[in-house]
């Protein structure tokens, strides 16, 4: 038993993501996910698998300032400036990680059939030397990670409304991650990963 305590104590300590629980208050993650159902302009992209043309399961957003674009389901995506009613969340989680983020995926799980499939964010266009900050609103849903080389590490987070996980450099390199499909889930939830690009 004694070993087993040893072995959680070093896992937990060499895992490359720290969950920051709770990090927004309830009623303050209730606030600005009505914001941002609202003032977000919600869209479904379309990709193309194996010639077929199939429309993501899920609805996304990217929030970035001007000079950044990134890459996603198959589609070039511009910043267009940060809008000012998204700042005072993108100065807060700034602080919390100590970095000056230059770009935000968001990504809307309408319902438990909405989901994201494994991979990892460890594209060019992003500075891997910084973390990636996720903050979750609304219905609690499985994040999981599965380590690249090692399949039989794997963890499931249960990401409930207002907690913040950071992702640390080395994280994306070394695990995949994921958001599967939970049919008994029928309300919404919303994603927003703060990422640091490279400048274009
Ligand atoms: O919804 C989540 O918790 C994860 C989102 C994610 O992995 C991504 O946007 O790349
Ligand atoms: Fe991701």
Redesign the pocket.
């Known amino acids: 038993m004694g070993d087993d305590v040893l072995q959680i104590q070093s896992e937990s300590t060499t895992l490359p993501w720290t969950l920051h629980r709770s990090w927004l208050p309830p009623l303050t993650a209730i606030d600005w996910s009505s914001t941002l159902m609202r003032r977000v302009h919600w869209q479904q992209p379309i990709v193309q698998v194996y010639g077929r043309h199939h429309p993501v399961p ?1 609805l ?1 957003m990217f929030l970035a300032e001007q000079d950044v674009s990134y890459r ?1 389901s198959g589609t070039r995506h511009c910043g267009a400036g940060w809008p000012n009613w998204f700042l005072p969340m993108l100065n807060q989680v700034n602080t919390a990680c100590g970095c000056r983020f230059n770009g935000c ?3 809307l ?1 309408r319902h438990g059939e909405d989901r ?1 499939g494994w ?1 990892a ?1 460890d594209e060019a266009e992003i500075d891997q030397s910084q973390p ?1 900050a ?1 903050l ?1 609103l609304g219905s609690n ?1 499985d ?1 999981q990670l599965r380590h690249r080389h090692q399949r039989q590490h794997r963890h499931t987070l249960e ?1 409930t409304s207002g907690d913040l ?1 950071i992702m640390h450099p080395g994280c994306q390199r070394d695990w995949l ?3 599967p499909q939970r049919r008994r889930i029928k309300t919404p ?1 919303i ?3 703060f990422r640091c690009f490279q400048p274009r």
């Open positions: 899920r996304t996603y995926l968001l990504n799980y994201m991979h964010d990636i996720s979750s849903r994040f990401l996980l991650h994921g958001v939830r994603n927003l990963t």
